[in-house]
């Protein structure tokens, strides 16, 4: 129904997305960020076929397949053996069913036009400190005008989310690199290197920035975050010489980091609001759920809630019904990615070396049976829940 005035807190993938599918509803829409000029931060990352398929409503799929590169394996080597820990292979041979590796200014242009395009405004250099009944309140002490329904789209530090998020202790150091003509890297793979689940470095290829440009790598190394500082102070050739001892392979990245300010450092957190809609307040994305990023699903997340916002908001003339029914269409497949992301980070990056053996000696090898292999594709591929047809069986019973 409407048209409504929406007013959209925070210019990352899901508030994009939302404002390129509402502004094309036929809403007014007005998005707010901190940021002076709308701009992507971090390196690169995942889109799932279930996220593209989002991007495919929105227009923007050709352009990001594009510039993007194809992952069909996700594959890690436990030191000091070498022993295979992770082995997960997507299901089928086309493009369309494996893992896209993306830059993730990239996902950001492509969503920025679409929303452009669609008519959706946009106000940079907006810090939003809270909300004051259906205004924004700016850190400056001004107000937005008045909207119909407010969106908190701000992301894993939002400081419009209830709920508790936990920070957790591993984060990752990420840079962005020319993907390297020497290493010999699978350049269809994502790949990682392990000590127990105390160290992990990791190769992905992510595509190009823009069509002119290079194709590039996700190069990031595990590192929990009372360690930053002192990572900071220590010469990078340490560094450097830890991550080769463990993959030798990555010299040729390595060498293309002169200054630690060559890489970002990425906390992680954990946790989901259990009221994502407060009266004419919604949440979306990691302002909603956010996980360890060790799934790759973060992104995807954010592309469906924003097509379920949309829809609900499309089929529904009641907007409390309508935002209810985007948290009901949303609900199951965020617990379930939520839970399997408690259950699988700690695998990955936690001081136990108990949970490391687990990971080595039990689940690896479970892994390989039948009909593990087919169950695991459909977890990274973002389909356990079945979250397109969710959101397509709930416009049915509008
Ligand atoms: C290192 C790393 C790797 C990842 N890898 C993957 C992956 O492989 N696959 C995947 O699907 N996901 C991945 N993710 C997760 C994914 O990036 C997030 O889930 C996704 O970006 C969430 O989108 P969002 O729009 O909710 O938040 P964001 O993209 O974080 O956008 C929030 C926006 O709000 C703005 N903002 C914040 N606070 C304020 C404020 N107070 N006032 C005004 N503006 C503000 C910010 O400037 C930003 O533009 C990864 C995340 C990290 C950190």
Known sequence: MGPYQIGIAGAGVAGLALAAFLARAGHRVVVFDKLQAPQPLGSGLILQPVGRQVLA??????????????????????????????????RGSSRARMGLGVHRGALFNALLQAARRSGAAFEAQAEIAETDDRRFVFV?????????????ALG??????????????????????????????????????????????????????????????????????????AWRAAPLEAWKAEVLTLWPQTQPLLEKIGSHDDLVYARYAHG?????????????????????????????????????????????????????????MRALHLWIYQSVSVLFTPLYQSDANALAAIRDHVAAPLARIWPAPLVLAGLVAGAWGDPLSAIVKGSRHA
């Open 272 to 328: 989901a609001s259990l009221r994502p809609v407060r009266g004419r307040l919604a949440s979306i994305g990691d302002s909603w759920h956010c996980a360890s990023p060790q799934l790759g699903q973060g992104a995807n997340l954010a592309l469906l809630d924003a097509w379920a916002f949309a829809e609900a908001l499309r089929r529904q003339p009641n907007l409390e019904v309508a935002l209810n029914e985007y948290v009901r």
């Open 140 to 152: 400056d002490g001004r107000r937005s005008p008045g909207f119909d329904l407010l969106v908190d």
């Open 156 to 229: 894993v530090r939002s400081p419009l989310a209830d709920g508790r998020r936990r920070a957790l202790p591993y984060g990752a150091l990420w840079a962005s690199l020319d993907w390297p003509a020497s290493g010999g890297f699978d350049d269809r793979a994502l790949e990682q290197r392990y000590v127990a689940a105390r160290k992990m470095v990791g190769v992905m290829p992510i595509g190009r920035l823009d069509s002119s440009l290079q194709a590039q790598a996700a190069f990031f190394w595990s590192l929990k975050s009372d360690d930053f500082p």
């Open 57 to 90: 409503k929105l227009g923007v799929a050709a352009e990001i397949e594009d510039l993007g590169a194809p992952i069909a394996h996700l594959f890690g080597k436990a030191a000091p053996r070498d022993r295979v820990v992770l082995d997960v292979r997507y």
